[in-house]
């Protein structure tokens, strides 16, 4: 990837203000505020059901310093493609950008995410994954990790939290021949802010998929946002590429993987696991 940019040059001028809702440690709203300052004051955001649109719309105000529009769970590629056609039909362009949670990009909105690709829309894509439906109480995902206590995968005698690995989301994307996809991670600050100045700059669908740890969702510290995103990278559990024109490149790759226990101990949500879920864990991230 070459150098385009590093935090330091990163514009200063917030698009996602204070007075929002988020948790404390929340890393979703740190992804956003970061995305948002990068875009830009021309740039048009939709949202659709999701933990960003209750922190950020509570009425009468809005956090977003852009148009900002939200409707449905499901809709974020249909609406994206929609406001980017209005947008031609009047003669008008600003970046067309679509915030969306895993639980609205790796299920309910999978279909119009892949139509939206398949049409190459002009518009940029974000899943912003916290790993559960977080808004509605922590509700299991296509994105939540083996292992994982939620509501829907329980804990008990018989079961033991989440029991299928999460899913390669980026590998759908990117098969659909789009023009750039990328993971990004809230610890990685210059392979953040290149990664979206890259994406801002072309045309076409472009994807983005930021990890963003849930203090709640995943009952840990609200302090140690940082430290999951960091060891979520180094043990595996969140790899660092981008695809562009089909190919893969590895923007970021650990000296050494660290085990993933040592990111699984600070999650109250992985403290059930046995040593045989664990080492299972561990021979899964080894073959990807």
């Known amino acids: 990837m070459s150098e385009m940019g590093t935090i330091k040059d ?41 933990c960003l649109i209750v922190i950020s719309a509570m009425y009468p105000t809005s956090s977003f310093r852009t148009p900002f529009l939200f409707t449905a769970f499901e ?14 039909r009047r003669g008008l362009r600003s970046t067309v950008v ?7 990009t790796f299920d309910i909105g999978l279909q119009a995410l892949s139509g939206a690709a398949e049409r190459n829309e002009d518009v940029i894509y974000v899943c912003v994954d916290n790993e559960a439906y977080m808004n509605t109480g922590t509700q299991r995902s296509g994105s939540t990790p083996f292992g994982a206590w939620t509501t829907t995968t329980p804990v008990g005698s018989r079961v033991k939290g989440k029991r299928s690995f999460k899913k390669d989301l980026m590998a759908v994307v990117a098969s659909q021949d789009i023009a750039y996809a990328a993971t990004l991670s809230i610890a990685h600050m210059n392979d953040f802010v290149q990664k979206v100045e890259r994406a801002k700059a072309m045309k076409g669908f472009r994807f983005l998929h930021i990890m963003a740890p849930c203090p709640s969702g995943w009952k840990a510290d609200p302090s140690l946002t940082y430290d999951l995103a960091r060891l979520a990278v180094e043990t595996g559990m969140w790899s660092l590429y981008e695809v562009e024109e089909g190919e893969a490149h590895v923007t970021y790759r650990p000296k050494e993987m660290l085990p993933v226990g040592e990111y699984l101990k600070l999650q109250g949500r992985f403290k059930h696991m046995d040593r045989e879920d664990v080492e299972a864990l561990q021979a899964w991230l080894c073959r990807k």
């Open 10 to 50: 990163m514009p200063a001028n917030d698009m996602f203000v204070s007075g929002h809702g988020a948790c404390p440690g929340c890393g979703m709203a740190v992804a956003v505020k970061n995305i948002m300052r990068i875009l830009g004051a021309d740039t048009t955001v939709y949202v659709p059901a999701s």
């Open 98 to 104: 679509g915030l969306a949670g895993d639980g609205g």
């Open 75 to 88: 809709n974020t590629g249909a609406v994206t493609t929609g406001i980017r056609a209005a947008q031609r």
